[in-house]
């Protein structure tokens, strides 16, 4: 059984207003609600609708979590530097390693910003 969080007992009781099918897994309902322009806002605790509000241009920034064992993480976050590199993004922000809350302490995760070069 799926863990009742708020966010899915109030994507449960909105789908139930709109009359969506809310028996399917979570994402699916989640899915759903977005393709009716509905999107949770996670600082008020609730979907909103947003169906008309206007888009803001698309960032340049690739924004990459790099989430691996605490040995290894490092090293594949280099990894990755490199390879989206020599793909053409330059490296804008390389994070400190942030170690998981239990029960996942033994992992870490490194986040990444990169640029689009001007041209594209």
Partial sequence: MA?????YSAAIRLAYSLRIDSSEDRNTLYDELAKRGYMWDSKQARWVE?????????????????????????QVADDLARAMQRSGLRLEKRSQVYPCRPPQQLEGRIYLVFARSGGE
């Fill in 3 to 7: 863990k009742m969080t708020i966010k």
């Fill in 50 to 74: 947003l169906v008309d509000e206007p888009a803001n241009p698309p960032s340049r920034l690739v924004n990459i979590r790099v989430w691996a064992d605490m040995d290894s993480v490092e």
